[in-house]
């Protein structure tokens, strides 16, 4: 008797030939490629390195796309980026040693906003590991402990017959709620090494869902359904998931107020009745979350930027849904249920009850009404005008990248994103220099689609360099710098805590100058002619930079 799966697993007379006589010359660094291909991956980041150079060339004989950025970091970023908007998992292609340490930064940030990114990289040959000290170029004692508590797990390749399910391993794992970067590394000589294992084809790396359990999402939903006053605090993983939809079906239902937090931007309507927005640096909205007597967490950790500095103290019952085991009950008692929330969500919706609530949308607005009031006898009318100037300027489709400056701080706040997956920051783990290469990223995942950087004059300073990248490619990204001369968010800090500051003030560029350099053209602008100046950048095709003079203020902070 002949079963299904028998005919499944059966080879064809062609395959059978194909695997008798692989192409010559073949290295381990064609099979990573032929993996990576076989696994969906059409585009690839990265720097070429002395013991990477048998991926690299592999790369170069293949229909894989290869997007060079001048340092590792940065390349890093412009991956990150390029998941976040694809969904998909992303190589990054590495060198041993200073190289591969280069990308740390960009890791950290990939696995605090759930990125995808596959980081591949070469390591010293065989002989040179387990800390036998030969003095290899770029030896480090153990390479992969440098990346063990950043990326969300480590794959080893020792041998070329290895390299398929290394591989494969590692992309399922970055796919697998919750997203996030992770480690594979190979040693040049198995990557150099000839091979006559057959041409890779067929990989399989589903990955698993996450899926609540039943018993769980039965409690939520009674809790939910009986509440008095329900509210959801909306973050990262709605984004991540797609699950957008679902929250603004659950919210309509339950009619909850809905709060955003600064990773979650978009994942629900700014200007829906039920919108609290992303004011969550404000203590009347600190105290209407603890004033919930059912807060539905989605998607967050309530960390320290989610919880307005770890002064929200939830009085009511706590349901939170979270894909990282780890945060579950992180930062306060919950029913917690372990599930990505686009799945999370569905369940709910197929067991909560509808719950009238006419006087919800009066609530949202009195807690708006209030942080308004507080902000307007503060003189913010800059900083609240050039925000508004750039909702105008920027398509609605359009993502936008925000560095750690003052302007970004801002935005996390008071930008309205418009729809899912369209703004994205550094605030993960708050790294300088992420806007621009990441913008580059975008645009490469989103051809024809203007993307918008947002920097200060340091952050920029971290990414210069991408300036040509930007031009090599023609990417269509508009880089906004605000130059205040300083570390302006450190200086305020120190300022308000010391009395003084140290090591904020900078000597930089003329960039409009620095630009042209690249052949990128540039224009400086002011508040007044920011919107007409955006518009015209973000409409011309390929790179460009717009400079603002501006000196800016933060909100003063409800935590102290």
């Known amino acids: 008797m002949t079963h299904d799966h028998d005919l499944v697993l059966r080879p064809t007379e062609a395959q059978t030939a194909a695997a008798l006589s692989p192409p010559p ?44 950025l001048r340092t590792e970091n940065n390349a890093g970023f412009a991956a990150d980026a390029y998941g976040r908007i694809t969904g998909e998992a992303v190589p990054l292609l590495l060198s041993t040693g200073p190289g591969a340490l280069m990308a740390l930064p960009a890791l950290a940030e990939a696995a605090a906003a759930s990125a995808p990114v596959l980081a591949l990289s070469s390591q010293v040959p065989v002989a040179g590991l387990g800390g036998g000290r030969r003095g290899h170029l770029h030896e480090l004692r153990d390479q992969s402990a440098s990346f063990r508590d950043v990326v969300k797990s480590i794959h080893v390749a020792r041998t070329p017959s290895q390299i398929p399910s290394v591989v494969a391993e590692a992309w399922e794992s970055a796919l697998t709620a919750p997203h996030g970067p992770v480690w594979v590394e190979i ?54 998931s797609d699950a957008s939809g679902k929250l603004r079906q659950l919210a309509e239902r339950l009619n909850a107020p809905v709060v955003t937090t600064f990773g979650g931007k978009g994942a629900f309507p700014w200007t829906h009745p039920l919108s609290l927005q992303s004011w969550l640096e404000d203590r009347h909205m600190t105290d209407f979350l603890e004033d919930a007597d059912v807060l539905l967490v989605v998607g967050s950790g309530l960390g320290e930027l989610s919880s307005n500095y770890h002064t929200f103290f939830p009085t009511g019952r706590v349901v ?18 372990h599930a990505d929330a686009r799945l999370a969500l569905q369940a709910l919706l197929e067991t909560v009850a509808e719950r009238p609530d006419p006087y919800a949308p009066d609530r949202v607005r009195m807690v708006l009404s209030d942080i308004a009031d507080r902000l307007s006898a503060q003189d913010l009318t800059l900083e609240q005008g050039l925000l508004a100037s750039i909702r105008a300027a920027l398509p609605p489709r359009s993502p936008s990248f925000w560095d750690m400056t003052i302007l970004s701080y801002w935005a996390w706040s008071a930008f309205d994103a418009k ?7 550094a605030q993960g783990a708050g790294g300088l220099g992420y806007a621009f290469p990441a913008a580059l990223g975008a ?64 000597t930089r560029p003329d960039f409009g100058a620095l630009a042209a350099s690249f052949d990128v053209p540039a224009t400086t602008t002011t508040p007044e002619s920011l919107t007409a100046d955006l518009k015209k950048a973000l409409a ?21």
């Open 25 to 68: 010359g073949r290295t381990g660094g064609d099979l990573v490629v032929e993996t990576l291909r076989s696994l969906g991956a059409t585009t690839v980041f990265g720097l070429p390195g002395q013991h990477a150079l048998a991926v690299f060339d592999a790369v170069g004989r293949s229909d894989l796309r290869l997007v060079t």
């Open 187 to 240: 040693p040049e000589d198995v990557l150099r090494a000839e091979t006559l294992i057959p041409q890779v084809t067929g990989m399989d790396a589903t990955p698993h869902e996450l899926a609540p359990r039943p018993e769980l999402t039965a409690v939520a939903a009674h809790w939910l359904s009986g509440a008095s006053r329900p509210v959801i605090i909306a973050g990262g993983g709605v984004v991540r």
């Open 320 to 337: 939170q849904i979270e894909a990282d085991l780890g945060k579950l009950e992180s930062n306060h008692p919950a029913l917690g249920i």
């Open 419 to 425: 729809h899912p997956n369209t703004m994205h920051s």
């Open 443 to 506: 645009a490469l995942a989103e051809p024809g689609t203007p993307v918008l950087a947002v920097s200060g004059d340091g952050g920029a300073m971290y990414s210069v360099a991408e300036l040509a990248t930007a031009r090599q490619h023609d990417l269509d990204v508009t880089w906004l710098i605000v130059d205040d001369g300083g570390y302006g968010i450190l200086r305020e800090y120190m300022t308000e805590s010391y009395g003084r500051s140290t090591g904020t003030e900078l």
């Open 540 to 560: 011309t095709p390929g790179p460009s930079v717009v400079v603002l003079p501006a000196t800016l203020r933060m909100f003063a902070p409800t935590h102290l």
